[in-house]
């Protein structure tokens, strides 16, 4: 069944870049968007963005014009490039996948921590 790994969290300074990626596996039913949420202890699940399968991105309102989101079809990975960091942005990152049947899955999320 499907399966999200997420890799690249760790911690940065305020101003520091990060790069995530996911990579799905365990399906071969089309992809019809890929993106990112992050948590924050004791807050709800924020959205960050999204990709569909088009390329058409959506981006959360704290973190247009600093995140990238991108993938890369052939290698079934989606990647978020986080750049400007703030502290504002520590939180679980958690990657997530919708499929044609309009089924979503959620990977294990991975820790990102931006000091100042």
């Known amino acids: 069944q499907e399966r999200l790994v997420e890799s690249g969290g760790g911690s940065v300074q305020a101003g520091g870049s990060l790069r995530l990626s996911c990579e799905a596996s365990?399906?071969?039913?089309?992809?019809?968007?890929m993106g990112w949420y992050r948590q924050a202890p004791g807050k709800q699940r924020e959205f960050v963005a999204r990709i569909n399968r088009d390329g058409m991105t959506n981006y959360g309102d704290s973190v247009k014009g600093r995140f990238t989101i991108s993938r890369d079809n052939a290698k079934n990975m989606v990647h978020l490039q986080m750049d400007s960091l703030k502290a504002e942005d520590t939180a679980v990152y958690y990657c997530?996948?919708?499929?044609?049947?309009?089924?979503?899955?959620w990977g294990q999320g991975t820790q990102v921590t931006v000091s100042s």
């Open positions: 997530n996948i919708e499929r044609n049947t309009g089924r979503q899955s």
């Open positions: 365990g399906s071969r039913l089309s992809v019809n968007a």
